[in-house]
């Protein structure tokens, strides 16, 4: 069965901190896709990175930077001095998978809460 | 573009009430999918629809339904409300090409006392 992994519920850090939230999936598939989604205190989602089984170069947005590892089945996504505005709910989400091949449903998992203190 | 829109934003029902929550793109996307999301919780699949015309069960269907006569529109219709369907619901679409990549709508509070 598939599933998505975030253990760290919540995390606090201080401005300027790094912070690493970390992701693990479970899936038989050799071809998914992983993405990560922002949920500001405004409540929307925003789409950040989507990566797919095939690649895995390390990714670098700015102060937001993407670890996939297939060996370990992570993707874990690290916030470089961060900053009051990182403050969200942040998902991890995995492709499902139907017959082989993957879908655009998505397997979320259940978050985590970065708060960023001043 | 405005991407996908929600209607209403916020929602206060009472037991046993109906209502219909509208969502609307403009990106001209096939896959349109309903969640829901629970304090604390990650989202659950409602409904999503493939396509005009076809429409399919998520994860947590019971107590809603959906139809999808155009592309744009995915209205999610609630009958007789229950407690238990107070939460925040999302609706989101993606493309056929752009495998997963879900945009979300800013979501509508609902309250059913």
């Known amino acids: 069965a598939q599933k998505v992994t975030q253990a760290q519920t919540e995390i606090s850090v201080v401005e300027k901190e790094d912070v690493t939230l970390d992701c693990v999936y479970e899936t038989r598939d050799t071809t998914y896709y992983l993405f990560w989604y922002k949920q500001p205190p405004s409540g929307e989602l925003v789409f950040l990175i989507r990566?797919?089984?095939?690649?895995?170069q390390n990714e670098i947005s700015g102060r937001y930077s993407w670890n996939f590892q297939k060996s370990t089945s992570s993707f874990n996504f690290t916030i470089t001095a961060s900053q009051v505005v990182d403050s969200a709910v942040y998902f991890c989400a995995l492709s499902e998978n139907y017959r082989g091949g993957a879908t655009n449903k998505l397997i979320f998992g259940t978050g985590t809460l970065l708060a960023v203190q001043p | 573009n405005a991407g996908v829109t929600q209607t209403p934003k916020f929602r206060i029902l009472k037991i046993g009430q109906s209502m219909t929550l509208q969502c609307t793109q403009d990106m001209n996307h096939n896959y349109m999918y309903w969640y829901r999301q629970d304090p604390g919780m990650g989202l659950k699949l409602i409904y999503y629809?493939?396509?005009?015309?076809?429409?399919d069960k998520g994860e947590v269907p019971n107590g809603y339904n959906v139809s999808r006569s155009t592309t744009e529109d995915f209205p999610l219709r609630l009958e007789l409300a229950a407690p238990s369907q107070t939460s925040v619901y999302f609706c989101?679409?993606?493309?056929?090409?752009?495998?997963?990549?879900?945009?979300f709508g800013p979501g509508t509070r609902l309250l059913v006392l």
């Open positions: 990566r797919n089984s095939f690649d895995e």
């Open positions: 629809s493939v396509g005009a015309g076809i429409t």
């Open positions: 989101a679409s993606s493309s056929l090409t752009g495998i997963g990549t879900q945009y």
